[in-house]
């Protein structure tokens, strides 16, 4: 498939990462590995930070053809780029309309999505899955067990993966991958890098570890398993585990202190990162000790991400639409949710919203009409908008090759 950027590779770099955190007293590895690159740096222990200095991130490079193609895109285009959305029903020409009309970096798809029997979703996605010359971004929750969208995925669930070897969650999930890569999808929301063990949690029949260090031995395993098949994503920042409620119909708020948290909680996530991990999704769960928002509209949370952990991917959203059926006012506005998490640092918002094909088109066109607006007033600024879409147009033009 011939691209409108160069056939050189497009990849996610980071300069000047470890001396950054060296400089803050803590240890990691960067993350970013495109697909079919072995991941070079196994992982290592995390450090309390003895710093709560987030100020300047240092500069990375930009791909000149990704920022070529993404600053010839119009403002509307440019928008879009950094979202993910979803269109119910499984119509091809449909959602070919809607990918078409709102060009955005890519869809999840859910279960209303799936064909009988699933091997046609490959055919589907091959008819809609690109839009200006680039991939999209197709994407899909497949934990195994509990969250799972494919009945004839091969994985095993979380549940019966934590008492086993770290080894079988590699095989695992490499199994996973392949059934999903042949699907279409090069995308996997599905390592859950919370811990808890408390079966009370909401999150607990999802998790792969009831410590932080068996949670982090299989968080690697994992990613290592989906290495060169799907783009693999860590969640949910950071930590659900440290919290009861489910964040899917309120916004959880817990207590932990920074140190504690790097000691615990943040040690799954490291694993993920240092294994090579593209994607961390950011959840919806509040912690005041640290930051006074939801971490998925956090700078403060992001910037721990970026900094302490050293993550150089794709900072993606949990569904925005959790937080706007948490029910509380101040999160009733999609766009102002939207630009709340651009302007804290996000790569990808996901939306899931419009339960009939109108209604999500209607949806996605405020979305991209609002975000644009915001770069219009100065809301948001365009370089922040910019920095997110060219990583997004990177990691889709690295699909191509």
């Known amino acids: 498939m011939k691209l409108p950027l160069s056939p050189r590779s497009i990849g996610i770099v980071a300069l000047g990462v470890t001396s950054l955190l060296a400089a803050a007293g803590c240890t990691s590895s ?31 490079t930009v791909d000149p053809d990704a920022a070529q193609y993404w600053d010839q895109l119009s403002p509307l285009e440019q928008a879009a780029s950094v979202l993910m959305l979803h269109y119910p029903g499984t119509d091809v020409s ?25 091997s046609g979703l490959a055919q589907s996605v091959a008819q809609w899955g690109q ?19 494919l009945a004839d995925d091969p994985g095993e669930s979380p549940e019966d993966l934590r008492d086993q070897d770290p ?7 490499h199994a996973r991958g392949e059934y999903l890569k042949s699907l279409g999808i090069n995308t996997n929301f599905g390592i859950v890098a919370d811990t808890t063990a408390d079966e009370n949690a909401a999150i607990w029949p999802r998790v792969l570890g009831t410590t932080p260090e068996a949670a982090a031995e299989r968080v690697s395993a994992a990613v290592a398993g989906e290495n060169g098949e799907v783009f693999s994503t860590l969640k949910h920042f950071p930590g659900h585990g440290l919290i009861e409620e489910d964040s899917h119909f309120t916004v959880p708020v817990g207590s932990i202190d920074p140190d504690q948290w790097a000691q615990t909680a943040a040690l799954p996530f490291a694993a993920g990162i240092d294994a090579g991990a593209e994607m961390v999704m950011v959840g919806h769960l509040l912690f005041p000790e640290i930051a006074p928002e939801p971490a998925s ?3 403060r949370w992001n910037q721990i991400l970026r900094q302490q952990l ?31 998490a651009l302007n804290a640092g996000a790569t990808l918002v996901l939306d899931i919203d419009g339960d009939t094909g109108p209604a999500a088109t209607a949806f996605a066109h405020e979305l991209v009409n609002g975000i644009a607006a915001a770069v219009q007033d100065g809301s948001l600024p365009h370089q922040q908008l910019r920095e997110a879409g060219i990583r997004l147009t990177e990691l889709r033009s690295s699909l191509a090759e």
């Open 30 to 60: 960067t993350g970013g590995r495109t697909l079919g690159e072995q991941s070079q740096s196994g992982p290592g222990a995390l450090e309390t930070a003895q710093s709560d200095d987030y100020s300047q991130l240092p500069e990375r």
């Open 94 to 118: 449909q959602i070919k309309t809607f990918v078409d009309d709102i060009r955005p970096a890519g869809l999840i798809l859910m279960s209303d999505n799936v064909p009988d029997p699933e």
């Open 131 to 149: 839009v200006g010359g680039l991939p999209l971004l197709v994407a899909i929750d497949q934990e195994g067990g509990l969250v799972s969208r």
């Open 167 to 173: 080894a079988q969650t590699e095989a695992s999930f």
């Open 297 to 299: 509209l956090s700078a």
């Open 310 to 340: 050293g993550f150089d991917g794709i900072i993606v959203t949990d569904d925005l639409k959790m937080l706007r059926d948490s029910g509380e006012a101040q999160f009733a506005d999609p766009v102002a949710n939207a630009v709340a």
